[in-house]
């Protein structure tokens, strides 16, 4: 995780710096640091959030036109100061992304060479190493070069040196990195926001390559030193889309943007009565045409939005699916099947154990595989045959809200796509399937008008220690996915259960102090749930019921309903995830907690 910010311009760059960080604190946020170059370096640090760093920095005026910063996540070592990055050695800083895997073995030899190490982390190694190379390779760039060649693991990388004030020497593999080329200068982020503050023409860097930027340029190489040029890219990335308006945080912001969000992502199917493969990408029709089954893989939200379509994809479009969590999946003895659709869905495209469980679905000889992603120049994209972008736009609230209805809407395109080929659905069908869909955002739009009576029920579950989600169908993995929701912003204990699960366990959990959150559409599995709630009400359990306008389930003496506007059949889990996010924003502004970004998470989890 963590995210990095470099630059080398005509002007003073912390404050630079300092923005392009603030854009980065999704990646990470529990301490931060900076180094700049004026003649020697010099370098802050600070636990906690950007906010403190900036305050350190205005404290002691610091300046430069070279500049290298880093906010953390941490992984080898406590969040302290003396763990935060830049890590130095002699006059070198680095700051880095991602996990040094053979970080033990360099370290020891390191420290034999007569090396001192005052941090716990991997990185310290890449600094004490490039500075080694610097004795025999005296170029930075070269240096690193041959510095990155005995590096295993993952990294985004920038290094400076003291005595080479003119340039940063920037490099990738397996986490993301860009270049921004700006009139004043070079920069370098691990995201487009964070230099939208200074320029739109982007550079993205491909696993592999190192760069080094300078006032007036950059260059780029492999790591063995072959040039290799890049496209340069005009981000289309809007600077209002990450900032938070009117609203007092980015999860409430999100969440009230999934109309316009879903919107978007159906815009390109305009009106049409009927849906070409060639939606997933130029070669989809082959690929999806000759498929045998789906095996999606993904992690935390995008793993429950795999879990609802597997519902859809089995009934709709009869093609037998499984749904994976990628850090299994990588590691876990399968039997490949070569005609398998292999979807992988990521808000981020960023995500390690999905990138990892692809390449492993590839290297067990499964080609035909599908990004379904909200971040069209991410990893992810670039790796997969085919793609679905859904076009949520930045999604900045750790906790994943309007990325989980538009991966929805996709995988219910790709549900119909797959349905048509394999001869599940007639074309009035098909039509009719995607004027439901096309209505889906006004939909949403409804269901978020009852959040003041959603605040109210936020208010009971102040002072609780647990609750239990139940759902039954596809609206089980809306119970997963309103219990991970109110567990990662309000850090009540939440666990979700089919409800006809309950009376194997999780019944002996249920007393007053056990509040039961119900999704209860008026489905066909209504009457079975109905009988599961009695249960919990006869064990004082307090229900929450989330019920649709027809179904037949009165308010009662511990049993709260609160009911959507309309029953949406197939469609109704992304109505249905609507009111579970707002219950648990809600519940965290009664507790307190941070809900944008919450302790101990980050939105981007590049590490494995
Ligand atoms: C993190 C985020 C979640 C997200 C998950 C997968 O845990 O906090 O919101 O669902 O990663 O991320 P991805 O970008 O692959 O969807």
């Not at 860097?205 to 030193?225: K, M, T, W, Y």
Request: with cysteine; proline share 4%; charged share 25%.
């Amino acid at each position: 995780m963590c995210g990095i910010v470099a630059a080398v311009a005509d002007r003073n760059v912390v404050p630079v710096l300092l923005e392009g960080l603030r854009k980065l604190e999704y990646r990470g946020y529990d301490s931060a640091g900076l180094a700049v170059l004026n003649g020697g370096l010099q370098r802050l640090r600070a636990v906690g959030r950007v906010a403190e760093l900036a305050a350190q920095a205005d404290a002691v005026r610091a300046a430069g036109t070279t500049g290298i910063a880093h906010t953390r996540w941490a992984t080898h070592g406590v969040p302290s100061e003396r763990n935060a990055h830049p890590h130095v050695s002699g006059g070198l800083a680095v700051v880095h992304n991602g996990i040094i895997e053979n970080h033990e073995a360099l370290r020891e030899r390191l420290k034999a060479d007569g090396y001192a190490f005052t941090s716990d982390t991997d990185t310290e190694v890449v600094a004490h190493l490039v500075e080694k190379k610097l004795k025999s390779v005296p170029d930075l760039f070269d240096a690193v070069r041959a510095a990155l060649a005995e590096l295993e693991g993952a990294y985004a990388l920038a290094v400076m040196r003291e005595d080479d004030p003119s340039r940063v020497v920037v490099a990738r593999e397996g986490s993301p990195l860009l270049l921004g080329l700006a009139d004043d200068g070079c920069y370098a982020a691990s995201d487009a926001s964070a230099l939208l503050q200074v320029t739109r023409r982007m550079v993205y860097l491909e696993n592999g390559d190192c760069a080094e930027i300078r006032r007036d340029g950059q260059r780029i190489a492999r790591i063995d030193g072959t040039p290799v040029e890049r496209p340069v890219i005009e981000s289309q990335l809007s600077a209002d889309a990450v900032e938070l308006g009117t609203y007092d945080h980015y999860m409430q912001k999100e969440i009230f943007e999934q109309p316009d969000a879903l919107a978007n992502t159906l815009e390109m199917v305009g009106a049409a009565r009927s849906l070409q493969p060639g939606l997933f990408g130029a070669a989809a029709a082959d690929a999806l045409q000759g498929a045998r089954q789906v095996l999606i893989l993904a992690c935390g939200t995008s793993w429950h939005a795999g879990l609802v379509a597997r519902y859809w994809l089995e009934a709709i479009a009869g093609i037998p699916c499984a749904v994976e969590i990628a850090s299994e999946y990588r590691y876990r003895d399968s039997v490949p099947d070569p005609e398998t659709l292999v979807v992988t869905i990521s808000q981020s495209g960023e995500t390690a154990d999905t990138l990892a469980a692809l390449q492993h679905a590839r290297s067990l000889g499964m080609t035909r595989t599908l990004a379904i992603c909200n971040v069209p120049e991410s990893s992810l994209v670039r790796e997969t045959a085919l793609r679905f972008i859904t076009r949520a736009g930045p999604e900045i609230g750790v906790a994943s809200t309007k990325a989980f209805t538009t991966q929805l809407a996709a995988l219910y395109l790709l549900t119909l796509v797959l349905a048509r080929l394999r001869g599940r659905l007639d074309a009035a069908a098909e039509a009719r399937e995607l004027k439901a869909l096309r209505h889906v955002p006004a939909a949403v739009q409804k269901v978020l008008d009852l959040e003041p009576a959603i605040k109210d029920w936020a208010r009971l579950f102040g002072g609780k220690q647990h609750a239990l989600f139940l759902g039954r169908g596809r609206h089980y993995p809306i119970a997963l996915e309103g219990a991970l929701k109110l567990k990662e912003i309000s850090y009540i204990h939440a666990e979700a259960y089919p409800a006809g699960e309950l009376k194997h366990g999780p019944l002996a959990l249920v007393d007053k102090d056990m509040p039961v959150i119900a999704v209860a559409p008026n489905d066909a599995l209504l009457e079975k749930l109905k009988s599961n709630l009695q249960e919990v009400r006869a064990r004082g359990g307090e229900l929450f019921v989330f019920a649709d306008a027809d179904s037949e389930i009165a308010d009662s003496e511990g049993v709260h309903v609160l009911r959507l506007p309309e029953h949406y059949g197939a469609l109704s889990a992304l109505l249905h995830v609507v009111p579970l996010q707002l219950l648990s924003y809600h519940v965290a502004l009664v507790k307190g907690t941070d809900v944008d970004k919450p302790r101990n998470l980050a939105k981007s989890v590049t590490v494995e």
